[in-house]
């Protein structure tokens, strides 16, 4: 069964470093998205993004965030300049977008960030 | 924006009882609710979904129930097993024009499920 992919597991990295996280989505799907969740709490929208552009953002995606799909496999988040507070665990999603199944998003195992 | 409100926070049931999970939400023109199964370490995982123009779904042991008038949804998973303790979550999207919009997620439910 097709699955979302995300590399590294695990990325540690110091305050004020540029990180970028990797997901390979779904091969014939069409929307893809990261969110954030924060140990403990509710996972967290961050970002959509469809045909080559960013279709939404949350406010929590400010310009210190970008996305980017450098080829026809990955898809990538780059934090700028990281805090201590982007610790958390990224995921990576993707959807279809077709008739049959719109809506349904599929998640990835997710990148554990650790800002030190 | 859309908010999604999930009780409880902890359900522990015996095994072979059944276990239901409620969430509300504030957007009217909600029109999709997902649930999600999150084990220790891993992603979310899609178990079942509803739409706004359907009451009632369900798959095996486990069905969703939508009130539109109330704005709740609720998880029921019946003759609970082992393998069902895990963080469920539910969540809701508002619009859709295309499938870009992200999802809005409850705070998670931790079913422990006693042997």
């Known amino acids: 069964e097709p699955e979302v992919t995300q590399t590294p597991s695990h990325q540690v990295t110091q305050m004020g470093q540029e990180v970028i996280l990797r997901c390979v989505p779904i091969s014939n799907h069409l929307y893809f998205y990261w969110y954030r969740q924060i140990l403990g709490q509710k996972v967290e929208f961050l970002v959509s993004?469809?045909?080559?552009?960013?279709?939404?953002k949350s406010e929590i995606f400010d310009d210190q965030f970008s996305v980017e799909r450098p080829d026809g496999s990955n898809f990538t988040l780059k934090i700028r300049s990281t805090k201590l507070e982007d610790s958390a665990m990224y995921f990576c999603?993707?959807?279809?977008?077709?008739?049959?199944?719109?809506?349904?998003?599929?998640f990835g195992p997710g990148t554990r960030l650790t800002v030190t | 924006g859309e908010n999604v409100e999930q009780h409880p926070s902890t359900l522990s049931v015996q095994e072979g009882d059944s276990a239901v999970i409620k969430c509300t939400y504030s957007?009217?023109?909600?029109?999709?609710f997902p649930w999600y199964k999150q084990e220790l370490g891993k992603g979310p995982q899609l178990i079942i979904d509803i739409r706004s123009n359907v009451g009632e779904k369900k798959d095996q042991r486990i069905a969703v129930t939508l009130n539109k008038t109330a704005k709740h949804f609720s998880l029921h998973i019946t003759e609970t097993q082992p393998e069902d303790s895990a963080v469920y979550f539910c969540a809701a999207i508002g619009k859709f024009w295309g499938g870009a919009d992200g999802l809005t997620f409850g705070k998670g439910t931790h079913l422990i499920i006693q042997p």
């Open positions: 993004f469809y045909n080559n552009e960013i279709s939404e």
């Open positions: 957007d009217s023109a909600s029109n999709y």
């Open positions: 999603a993707s959807s279809e977008g077709g008739s049959v199944s719109p809506y349904e998003q599929y």
